[in-house]
C-alpha cells in the first residue's frame, strides 16, 4: 500500500524551500523532516511536494505539541540538531 498523498488538481503545492520558510526551519531540516515522514510529501518529476492542507495540518500539530501558537524555527527545533556556538 502506498501511504503517499492522492494530489488532486485542486491541490496547492508547495515545494520544501516554501515548506522550510513556512515554518522558519532550513531547507535541509525540511528534507529530512520530508523524509522521516513528519509531514506527508510527494515526489513529482524528481521534486518533493507538500500539499497546504497538510501542512497547515502539521503546523496545527506543532502548535498542539508546543503549546504555544508560534511556529518558527526556536519553538520547533528537531530533537537531533545540536546547538552551536
Known amino acids: 500500500m502506498n501511504d503517499a498523498p492522492v494530489i488532486l488538481p485542486t491541490d496547492e503545492l508547495l ?9 522558519g526551519i532550513t531547507r535541509p531540516t525540511a528534507r529530512v523532516w520530508s523524509l522521516h515522514g513528519r509531514f506527508p510529501s510527494r515526489e513529482i518529476a524528481g521534486r518533493t511536494y507538500v500539499r497546504r492542507q497538510d501542512l497547515e495540518r502539521f503546523k496545527e500539530e506543532l ?3 508546543r503549546g504555544t501558537k508560534s511556529t518558527t524555527a526556536k519553538r520547533i527545533r528537531p530533537a ?6
Open 80 to 85: 537531533n540538531d545540536a546547538v552551536r556556538s
Open 15 to 23: 515545494t520544501l524551500p516554501q515548506v522550510a520558510e513556512e515554518l
Open 63 to 65: 502548535r498542539r505539541e
